[in-house]
């Protein structure tokens, strides 16, 4: 079972320049998360640090009972091994075939006999859908096959948390959805704790169960799934619809005379398109972090996009009268809503006021957002088809 991670008022600098600030979120213990965010918000930074490669200048970081922020090197060193990381490029030794790069965790840092490593590295190759081509040096397969041995790598020490940084970066959208397809059976057979960083909407939207935004050095918002894509909030609904109107601009925010110019000429955000249903597994199990299509809507009374969940019976909360669908943040306050109650905007310029009507609700940057509350679902959401992967 994955390990949950906490992290609490997390704070990064390089010389005078701050990556982000007063980051809180939970990882719940299991589940996949997707970190989200325009280039050079500290997406890969935030990943490095989880991990210690790099040391934040404030806040803590639990991971299994420690601060890894404040423990010795040997006492990180052994939480290291919880982790495995599947890296942007692979970072695959390209003078050594795919079997001992595989091997190569196991040989580093284990006492294990060849024969035990044998069977490891083929267990997992098999895992990845790599069986046979063993031999294979990483220059002589595609970039979808690089990618698989490297995860392949990251799983021969059985980690209980799995970070990708950037999995689908130079895949063409086939090859992005094979490994997709993967990632969710993965988490379905070893249950660990999953945290992608990624800049594809469709996998953002279709792969998680829980979703979090960098913006602007700092967390915007982080949540499950629906809550995000049903966010009225602007700068999560221009990011999650790719739209080239809203508040994010090319370098830097948009000030108000560009916002104000995009109104006048009819531009705008528009609606918020149909939430889809969440990658099921190959095999039509059902993952232990999955939550029933429509469960955080209908807990919060949320109207969702028209078209949401297409080709499933879900029971939604119905507009009434003129009310718009999307989360405002004018529901009542729960476990998970408590956090959420100032608009990005005021926290962006430095203010503190409380939100307004029809503002959307965010994480809240200084206090550390709870884990989500939906109940788990441990019987098929659905007869879903049989799929296979592979890239």
Known sequence: MGVEIKVENLSKRFG??????????TLPAGEISVMLGPSGTGK??????LIGLLKPETGSIMIDGKDITRISERELYEVRKLFGVLFQDGALFGS??????????????TKKSEKQIRDIVLEKMDMTGLSGAEKKLPGEISGGMRKRAGLARALVLNPEILLFDE?????????????NQLIVDLNAEIKATFLIVTHDIATARSVPDNIGLLYRRHLAMFGPREMLLSSNEPVVRQFLNGQR??????????DAGELAAEAAGGGGLGTLPPIPEQLPTSDGRTRDSQRRPGSW???HGVVPPPGSFPGLDVELPEQQGDAPTGWTGETPPTPLDRAATRPLASRVQGRTTEPEVGTAAVAV????????TAPRVRRPLRDAPR?????
């Open 16 to 25: 005078r320049q701050t990556i982000w600030e007063n980051v809180s979120l």
């Open 44 to 49: 890969s930074v935030f990943l490095k640090t």
């Open 96 to 109: 050594q075939n795919l079997f001992d790069n595989i091997a190569f965790p196991l040989r580093e840092h």
């Open 167 to 179: 999995p689908d970066s130079g895949l063409d959208p086939v090859r992005t959805a094979y490994l």
């Open 245 to 254: 109107e809203g508040p994010i601009g090319m370098a830097e925010e948009k």
């Open 297 to 299: 809507l209908r807990e």
């Open 365 to 372: 940057l200084d206090e550390p957002a709870p884990a989500p």
């Open 387 to 391: 799929r296979r992967g592979g890239a």
